[in-house]
């Protein structure tokens, strides 16, 4: 990695400790701060609302983060992309949107219990309002693979006539697994609604929403260089029609007449309110600057480093990987990997740790209670990471490891 890319993130400039939490949120580049500032303090105005220059301006902007979102994420319209306040509002957004909408009583979401609580929860909110209205539908889960992914022969087992939506993370906030679906094309009935959860993934690995054949997609601006509060929903045109307006109120998309709220456009239909406008702006700068770097190279120095810390975290007495690419077959990595040692808590692992300049994530990672042994220590790569701060980590977890077990 050149030194002219860590110097683009000025919070790691004259940092001494070791940043291994990008899946919790990536460092700022720059371009991303410097665009923040500027709204803030040149011609702030709001957006879609007035006919002056400043207010016409960021709309144009707005406008154009758009199409450049749709493009990154390879949507086929820009109207495909919906501006949300991050990955829990967009998945929220399709369980209220489409399935208050469309699901009858009977039918069936697959989804992964051991998912980001944020593909998790909206669905059992959503089984419960469905309920008080008389409508039951069941939610299925499916099994994890041991190498984090989806396991989609269970996926097969489990489908029946009555299932609406698949749910599934694109690359598993824990166990660092890339689950794609493919698979199950051509074998299950088209009419079944995908939904990728791409928090983790986008800003990290090439991401085509078109090739994953996903219906419904998300993304958190703040895990691919932008700023928190601000995401991506993406909605395939196909579904367009089965989706009712999400936050009714100020520039959404909806007609008030004599017999109620019509909905008009999209992406309007999901949108609502003042838009996070610098967020947006931010999201923008932050597909520059991912671009400028290449996602390819991103991904295949993210592959690097993990190969690396499972190599030098595998010989470690009484350390255990959790599912994930150190027990593929193959090669593989995405930036995350996760495991337990011995004799220690997470907890307790994560602050010696940090006391030591390795700032790791410990704990269930937003997984669901639900979940047994979910606790573990996580370590998450990018860009701005280099294979001797890898090196460091693994022979200080060697030394813990030697005390403690």
């Known amino acids: 990695m050149p030194s002219s890319v860590r110097e683009l993130f000025p919070a790691l400039t004259d940092a001494t400790e070791v940043y291994l939490d990008s899946a919790a949120t990536t460092q700022k580049p720059l371009p991303v701060i410097e665009t923040i500032h500027r709204y803030h303090s040149a011609q702030t105005a709001n957006a879609g609302r007035g006919t002056y220059p400043w207010a016409t301006g960021l709309s144009a902007r707005i406008a154009h983060v758009r199409e450049h979102a749709a493009t990154f994420i390879g949507a086929e319209h820009a109207d495909e992309v919906v501006f949300t306040s991050g990955a829990t509002a967009g998945l929220n957004a399709v369980a209220l949107s489409w399935g208050m909408a469309d699901l009858g009583d009977g039918d069936e979401i697959l989804y992964n219990a051991t998912d980001h609580a944020s593909n998790v929860y909206p669905w059992h909110h959503l089984r419960g309002l469905l309920a008080r209205f008389g409508r039951r539908i069941a939610l299925v889960p499916y099994r994890v693979t041991g190498t984090g992914e989806a396991d989609t022969a269970d996926i097969l087992a489990k489908i029946t006539p009555r299932t609406r939506l698949i749910t599934t993370s ?3 906030h824990v166990f660092g697994g890339r689950t794609t679906l493919e ?22 690995l090439p991401v085509d929403v078109t090739e994953l054949g996903a219906d419904f997609a998300i993304f958190a601006a ?18 367009h029609d089965r989706l009712v307006p999400f936050l009714p ?6 007609r008030l007449s004599m017999g109620g709220l019509f909905p008009e456009a999209m992406p309007e239909l999901l949108e609502g309110g003042t838009p996070n406008i610098p967020g947006i702006l931010a999201l923008g700068s932050a597909l520059d600057v991912l671009e400028s770097l290449d996602i390819s190279a991103i991904a295949a120095h993210n592959r690097n480093l993990t190969l690396r810390l499972i190599d030098g975290l595998r010989p470690l007495r009484g350390l255990n990987f ?8 193959c090669a593989v990595g995405y930036g995350i990997v996760s495991f337990t040692l011995d004799g220690i808590s997470t907890t307790d692992l994560g602050f010696v740790l940090s006391e030591l300049g390795f700032l790791v994530r410990t704990g269930a990672h937003c997984t669901p209670a639900v979940v047994e042994e979910a606790d573990s220590v996580r370590v998450s790569t990018h860009i701005y990471n280099t294979l001797d701060e890898i090196d460091r980590f693994t022979t200080c977890v060697n030394k813990i490891a030697e005390e403690v077990t």
């Open 222 to 239: 703040h895990k691919m260089f932008g700023m928190p509060g601000t995401g991506i929903l993406y909605c395939r045109r196909r579904v």
């Open 170 to 172: 694109h690359l598993h």
């Open 249 to 254: 109120g100020g520039a959404s998309g909806v």
């Open 322 to 329: 959790l599912p994930g690419p150190a027990h593929a077959d």
């Open 183 to 204: 698979e199950l094309r051509g074998h299950i009935d088209p009419a079944i609604l995908l939904c990728f959860d791409c928090s983790q993934s986008g800003g990290h």
